[in-house]
């Protein structure tokens, strides 16, 4: 019988273990191998361990390389193809859905983009120059109002969902001011075929044919009510408005506003000086400005119902547009008037605010903010704009009128008074310039 003969396969096996490191986990006996009757060199063979020794021990993790490659996981390829279906009819409906392009961005997303990109400049569009106007204007007026009162001003901040939105500053109960509003207003809406055909009487550029425009309105409204009746009541409104297309152009726009003053008792050097500081921001762009838009001021702000003018009057003028000066010559016509009010009225409400004041000339100062109240419901036509735009906000509307006013039935002022000769002037407007 020939001697057995280990084959190749066997050897190969018993050289690949004996490669094995020499630092074994557990011990592992030399197994001797017999070749005609002679020992081989010996090799290290692991033999099986024992159902005594417990199971062999499992090869040590290292966490870290756990955490930083982690083994793939099957999911993300399975939820990627239920997602299939769903993706697909997305870009189905995307490419189909002719709606989704239909829509350019509104004149507000155009503004908004502008500001953000590139600011406001001398180049912006006059929308955005007028809104940073104001701002301006409303900071400087409201920080001078606060050192006359020695009280701040409650500052609101208010959006429309519609677009816009403002800044309302308003003090009450305050030292010298009974209520004090100082509002701004950005406003973007769309107007409808009826008030387009109302408008057309002084812009022919609006379309009659379109169902509603795109608008912009912003302006800076004010209104004074000091607590002593001497001081008078004074009132300020400078706007701009603006329609647009479908494509976002400009097809009108215009500028309005003025300034007038209430007094429930006359005093001649006040209201001269306030027409003069008027009149002399007219004059530097126009010298038939003031006589026009005073006149206008008379007519404008009356209540005819009473046949007297709500007060001693100021300038007021509407729908100023390309037929009367270009948009330049008229943006810096309205600053100048802006910048005009704080040197007409400080003087006058610092000399009238710490006179002494019978309870007879209070009440008297009651009864004619009651006819405030009645021009600005009745006749004023921005409260009635304001009061009848989609996302109207009611309160900052409404801040012109005073906190507390007066009704009383047939109330006359004795003959050869101070409250009657005031009546005398607003039934037959005076030049006081």
């Known amino acids: 019988m020939p001697a057995l003969r280990p084959s190749g396969a066997l050897l190969r096996a018993f050289k690949l273990q004996s490669s094995a490191p020499s630092s074994a986990p557990f011990f592992t006996p030399y197994r001797p191998l017999l070749y005609n009757n002679n020992f081989f060199t010996a090799t290290r063979i692991p033999l099986r361990r024992s159902i005594s020794n417990g199971p062999l021990p499992k090869p040590k993790k290292d966490p870290l390389k756990e955490w930083r490659e982690p083994e793939p996981s099957k999911w993300p390829n399975r939820i990627r193809l239920l997602m ?4 697909g009819a997305i870009i189905y409906n995307m490419l189909t859905d002719k709606s989704i392009y239909a829509a350019p961005p509104t ?10 990109e590139s600011g406001i400049t001398s180049s912006s569009p006059m929308r955005l120059r007028m809104e940073s106007l104001i701002k301006q204007h409303q900071k400087t007026i409201v920080s001078e109002l606060e050192k006359v009162d020695g009280k701040p001003f409650v500052v609101d901040t208010w959006e429309r969902a519609e677009g816009g939105g403002g800044i309302s500053c ?5 030292n010298v001011f009974e209520k004090a509003g100082v509002n701004i207003s950005v406003v973007y809406g769309r107007l409808p075929k009826p008030a387009i055909a109302k408008m057309r009487a002084n812009h022919k550029a609006l379309d009659p044919d379109v169902e509603s425009l795109d608008f912009f309105a912003s302006g ?11 001081a008078p009541t004074v009132h300020l409104n400078y706007r701009y408005f603006e329609t647009a297309d479908e494509q976002g152009k400009t097809n009108a726009w215009w500028f309005g506003g003025g300034c007038d003053l ?25 010298r038939a ?32 547009d390309e037929t009367e000066k270009d948009q330049e010559q008229l943006f810096s016509f309205v600053t100048s008037c802006l ?21 007879q000339q209070k ?32 309160e900052s509307i409404l801040m012109s009128l005073p906190l507390t006013a007066r009704w009383q039935y047939m109330h006359a002022p004795e003959k050869g008074s101070r409250e009657e000769r005031l009546l005398e002037v607003l039934r037959s407007p005076k030049e006081w310039v």
């Open 84 to 87: 299939l279906p769903f993706v």
């Open 107 to 116: 004149i507000a997303e155009k503004d908004s983009l502008l500001k953000r």
């Open 170 to 174: 308003v003090l009450q109960d305050g």
């Open 220 to 230: 800076l409204s004010m209104v004074l009510h000091p607590k002593n009746p001497n």
């Open 262 to 286: 209430t007094p429930s008792y006359l005093y001649d050097e006040d209201t001269i000086h306030f027409h003069q500081t008027v009149k002399d921001a007219c004059d530097k762009h126009d």
């Open 289 to 320: 400005y003031y006589p026009k838009f005073k006149k206008w001021c008379d007519d404008y702000f009356n209540n005819k119902h009473r046949g007297e003018t709500r007060g001693v009057g100021g300038i007021f003028f509407d729908d100023l």
């Open 339 to 359: 910048e005009a009010f704080l040197p007409s009225y400080l003087p006058i409400i610092n000399r009238r605010k710490d006179m002494e004041f019978t309870e």
């Open 363 to 394: 009440l008297w100062q009651q009864l004619r903010r009651g006819r405030y109240v009645e021009f600005n419901l009745v006749h004023d036509r921005g409260t009635a704009f304001g009061l009848n735009t989609p996302g109207a906000r009611v």
